[in-house]
């Protein structure tokens, strides 16, 4: 079993930057994925940014240019910049960790609220 513990949510005014962290402990696979998914009210939970054991990066196109994923492999730690932060990137952010032929563990969840 793998626990995946988010910070770094909050509140904050639109071009504004927040990082995000996210944890990892318990059964941690060798080789794996971890980053970030969000879900907006009424909408379908999307893929914002993931980073492999090896450091490849991969981003959604809304936020290539804004946001940088990056991993303390030492600490099972990933942490997700965010900067000129939109309205639109209001949505609860979900921290996961995906190993090869498992299913994907997630975070709890965590507010990013971006003001206009």
């Known amino acids: 079993q793998v626990q995946l513990v988010e910070s770094g949510g909050g509140l904050v005014q639109s071009g504004g930057s927040l990082t995000l962290s996210c944890a990892a402990s318990g059964n941690i696979y060798s080789i794996y994925t971890m980053g970030w998914f969000r879900q907006a009210p009424g909408k379908q939970r999307e893929l914002v940014a993931g980073i492999t054991s090896g450091g490849k990066t991969n981003y959604a196109d809304s936020v290539k240019g804004r946001f940088a994923i990056s991993r303390d492999s030492a600490k099972n730690t990933v942490h997700l910049q965010m900067n000129s932060l939109k309205s639109e990137d209001t949505a609860v952010y979900y921290c996961?960790?995906?190993?090869?032929?498992?299913?994907?563990?997630w975070g709890q969840g965590t507010q990013v609220t971006v003001s206009s």
């Open positions: 996961y960790l995906q190993g090869i032929g498992v299913a994907r563990d």
